[in-house]
């Protein structure tokens, strides 16, 4: 059993195009995140989900949309894509409370290619 | 604000050879600090959680060491292979629900 999972893996799509990423994880954490790495390989944070309600969100243009229906969810949904947003973008979830602290669980990544 | 570097930014030793990854945090007020693998193309696999009141942490032929004070993380890792190939990150989180700052990575290549 997968424990985050992402979906779609790839995603290839025109300039101007909108598109979703879909993140589920079975493991029950409250916390969930999206970090983009782009071709730099650099991990950055974009936001931050606590039991359905954003508690990060960085300087990330208001055309990137999180929405988080419930504890195990959260999707990313991009409007008016652009070349820049072409990167790989991984979602994570750490549990908010237990003996080891916080701590990160990833998915897979989904390759964003836009032409 | 919290900053994460990470020395060196690519290593390529033989096989056999012990090697040492450091990580080094400006902001000493961290929670935990976790220590990942990526492979090229793959997403990150957890190694190793040091929770700060910790001093090392041991798997298999990984150890990781942590000095808050100094603000200095190293992954040891013994009897290289070269299945270790691969990209090796440091993060650390301040507290729960908080930002995981990620240090740029360590390009390890291990050569049979």
């Known amino acids: 059993d997968t424990a985050v999972s992402q979906t779609p893996k790839y995603l290839v799509t025109q300039m101007g195009n909108d598109k979703s990423i879909k993140c589920e994880q079975n493991l029950g954490h409250d916390t969930m995140y999206w970090y983009k790495q782009d071709s730099k390989k650099f991990l950055k944070i974009m936001f931050s989900?606590?039991?359905?309600?954003?508690?990060i969100n960085e300087t990330v243009p208001n055309r990137f949309s999180p929405k988080s229906p419930d504890k195990a969810h959260l999707n990313l949904h991009i409007n008016s894509l652009e070349l820049g947003d072409s990167a790989v973008y991984f979602c994570a979830s750490s549990p908010s409370g237990g003996a080891r602290g916080p701590e990160l669980f990833f998915g897979e990544g989904s390759r964003l290619t836009v032409l | 604000k919290q900053e994460v570097t990470q020395i060196p930014a690519a290593l390529s030793v033989p096989e056999g050879e012990n090697l040492v990854l450091n990580c080094s945090f400006t902001d000493s007020a961290i929670y935990n600090l976790q220590w990942f693998r990526q492979d090229p193309g793959k997403g990150l696999t957890s190694l190793l959680l040091i929770q700060s009141s910790q001093r090392e942490q041991t798997s298999g032929r990984l150890n990781a060491s942590l000095d808050k004070s100094s603000g200095r993380s190293t992954l040891y890792i013994a009897a290289s292979q070269p299945g270790d190939s691969a990209t090796y990150l440091c993060a650390v989180s301040r507290n729960y629900g908080q930002n995981f700052v990620f240090g740029p990575g360590t390009r390890l290549s291990v050569l049979p």
């Open positions: 989900y606590n039991n359905k309600e954003l508690i």
